[in-house]
Nanobody
Framework: QVQVEETGGGLVQSGGSLRLSCQVS????????IGWFRQAPGKEREFVAV????????FYADSVRGRFTISRDDAKNTAHLQMDNLKPEYTAVYYC???????????????????WGQGTQVTVSS
């Protein structure tokens, strides 16, 4: 059974940084795409960032481009989301998701992913 677990959320002041981690329980993991999404209270889950299977391609939502960096470490079955210069409107539950097998970076919709973690809360105070 595939397990995905996010860690690293917390409370941070506006302008601060957090680094989220995503641990995936299975292998091979290196052929799969990894995405990050977030869901604020009363809003739909939205795409944040995606990294391709080999880590060479990434894509970001306009709202976070230049502030967030997605990466992966296949040797450890982990992915990371480095979040810098955070803003209060980034407050949400952040989710890591895995899309099996295709390895691309064009997957921006939640239904395109196969496995999800439980999420980690990120709160940015003003």
């Amino acid at each position: 059974q595939v397990q995905v677990e996010e860690t690293g959320g917390g409370l941070v002041q506006s302008g601060g940084s957090l680094r989220l981690s995503c641990q995936v329980s299975y292998s091979p993991y290196s052929r799969d795409s990894i995405g990050w999404f977030r869901q604020a209270p009363g809003k739909e889950r939205e795409f944040v960032a995606v990294v391709s299977a080999n880590g060479s391609k990434t894509f970001y939502a306009d709202s976070v481009r230049g502030r967030f960096t997605i990466s992966r470490d296949d040797a450890k079955n982990t992915a990371h989301l480095q979040m810098d210069n955070l803003k209060p409107e980034y407050t949400a539950v952040y989710y890591c998701a895995v899309r099996l097998g295709t390895g691309g970076y064009s997957y921006l919709r939640a239904y395109e992913y196969d496995h999800w973690g439980q999420g980690t809360q990120v709160t940015v105070s003003s």
